[in-house]
C-alpha cells in the first residue's frame, strides 16, 4: 500500500531535525539523551535515586536553585502544577480567591482553564497585550486581591521585560496592598542579562517564584517552586495531593541540574547573539520587541504561511540549517509570525548569513545569485536622485529609498502601487503613505537600487506616474 503523503509540517519537522546546524536550541535523539545524563551522572557523582522527589538528584537540584535565586525550593513535574499551587496557596491564606494577571499569561491562554475550574480563582487582567506590567497596572484594579503574577519574560508577547525599577516598584506597590507578587520565572535564565542583575536580587523582588528547567536550561521536564520555609512546606504538601510527587524523577532531576552546568554559563551570549540577529534582519522583517530583550523573539513578514512554509522547506534542505522555525498566520492580515530562540548552536553561526536566509524567505523575489552579491560602496543615489538610506547590516546589504508617486487616491491606489512595487526583482518591502489628491510616497526596500526607468514604467503600467520634483 503507498505511505500516504506527509504533510508540510511534517516534513518541515523532519527537514529541522535534519539540519547539520541550527540557531535553535539542539535536537538530540533519546538515545543520544540518555547516553548524556548517564555520562552526567557519573561526572556529578549521583549514585542514589530520589524516592517521591525526596534525596538524590532531586534534593541536590533543590538546593542548587535555592542557593541561586535565594530562597528555599520544592520541585515540580511541571509549572502548570506548581503555578496552579502557588496561587492557590496565595489565594487561601488571603481568604481571597481574586488574583491578577496578564492576558497573555500562560496561565490564561494554555491551561484550559485550570486555574478557574481547580482552584477556584477569580482572574483580573494585570496588563492587555503587549505590555509590560507596572504599579499602574496594579493601581487600575481596586479592591482586594490575593495575588499578582507576573510573567517574566511576557512569552506571547515576544518575550518582553519590565525594567527593574519597574518591577521594583511593583513590588512596593504589591507590599503595601498586602497582595503576594509571584513571578512567572519559567525563562528567569534567559532574563537575567536585561535586568543586569543577580538572579537572587531579582527573585528577592517577589513572594514565590516559579522556575522552569526545560527551557533555557534544556532540561527533560520539571520546575521548582521557591518561597519561604512556610510557603514550601504548603507546596510540598499541594504536590502531593496532586499526584506531583513521582515515585521516581530523578531522569528529570539529573537533566537540569546538567544544564545548570552547562547552559546557563551560555544564556547570556544566546541574548546577545539573538540581538545581533535582530539587528541583522531586513526592514521588511519586523521585530517584537525591535531590540530583543532576552534570546527569543518574534519575526513579522508580508506573506502567506504555506507559501512562506514551502520556500522554508526547500532552504532547509538546500542549506541544512535550521535558520527558521516554520510561520503562521498572524493577527495582523497578510503577515506571517514564528518565534526565534536563539538556541549555544547558534554561538557558531554568523548572525548575519542568518539574517540573509531569513530575508530571502520572505522576499518577493530574491534569486540566488542576488543574494549573495556585494554591494560595496554604493549608494543608491548613485543611480536614483532621491536616495533616502542605504543600510549596510553586514553581509546583508539593503538600500532603502522612497519614490514619490502622483495620481492616488484611494486605499485601492495604495494596493496597486504596493503589489507593482513589490513585483520587482529585489525589492522586499513595500510601505506607502497615501496622500490624496497631493503626491504619495512610496518607502522601497531592496538589495540593490532599481534604476528609475523601471520604477517609472512599473507605475506607469499601474496607472500612477513619479511626481516631478523626483
Ligand atoms: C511562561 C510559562 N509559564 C508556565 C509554563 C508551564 O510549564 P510546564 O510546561 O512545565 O507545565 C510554560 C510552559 O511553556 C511557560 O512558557
Redesign the pocket.
Known sequence: MDEPEKSLKERLREAMIACRESVFPAYASPAEVFDGLAEACRELGIEEWDVYAERGPVARLEAEVADLLGRPAAYFP????A?QVALRIHADNAGNRRVAMPDL??LLV?EDDGPRILQDLRIEHLTTGRETPTKAHLDAIPGPLAACLV?LPL?DAGCILPTFDELAELAQGCRERGIALHI?G??IWESQQWFGKPLAEIAGLADTV?T?F??GLGGL???ALLGDDDFVAQARLWRHRMGGTHFRSTAEAVSALVGLRDRLPHIGECVTWARALAAALPPSVTVQPPVPHTNTFLMYAAGDSDAVNTRLLAALEEHSLAFSRPWKASDEPGRVVTEVTVGQGALELDAEIVAGHIAALVGSRLSRERRSKRLHGHTAGDIFGRTSEVLLKGSLMSVQFEVRIDGMTCSRCVESVTNALGDLDGVHGVEVDLNPGATSSARVTADEPVEPRVLRSTLAKAGFTIARDT
Open positions: 511541571s509549572g502548570v502544577m503555578q499569561s500562560h494554555y510573567e512569552r512567572d519559567a525563562r516559579y522552569s526545560y527551557k521536564a520539571g520546575a
